[in-house]
Nanobody
Framework: QVQLVESGGGLVQPGGSLRLSCAASAFTLDRYAIGWFRQAPGKEREGVSCISTRDGMIYYSDSVKGRFTISRDNAKNTVYLQMNNLQPEDTALYFC?????????????????WGPGTQVTVSF
């Protein structure tokens, strides 16, 4: 059974950084697009970033562009999301997900396997 597990969330002050990890079991991440999504209380799930496999295409939402960086370590079967200059509006439950194919997408409907999420809270 495909499993994804996120880690690295926590409480950080505004301006701080966190690195989220998405580790996979039962399949190799480099065959599928991996996306990072977040959902804050009372809000819809938002596509934050994704990375495709064959062409290496990377997407960032406008809200995180220039602050977040997605990367993949195939040897560790892990995808990372480096988050810098975090702001209170970044507070959310962050999920990683594996896509149906190699091409990435910002739409959650294009992803079939999801992790349980890791909480990121940005506050003084």
């Amino acid at each position: 059974q495909v499993q994804l597990v996120e880690s690295g969330g926590g409480l950080v002050q505004p301006g701080g950084s966190l690195r989220l990890s998405c580790a996979a079991s039962a399949f190799t991440l480099d065959r599928y697009a991996i996306g990072w999504f977040r959902q804050a209380p009372g809000k819809e799930r938002e596509g934050v970033s994704c990375i495709s496999t064959r062409d290496g295409m990377i997407y960032y939402s406008d809200s995180v562009k220039g602050r977040f960086t997605i990367s993949r370590d195939n040897a560790k079967n892990t995808v990372y999301l480096q988050m810098n200059n975090l702001q209170p509006e970044d507070t959310a439950l962050y999920f990683c997900a594996a896509g149906r194919e190699w091409r990435g997408s910002a739409s959650s409907s294009d992803y079939v396997s999801w992790g349980p999420g890791t909480q990121v809270t940005v506050s003084f």
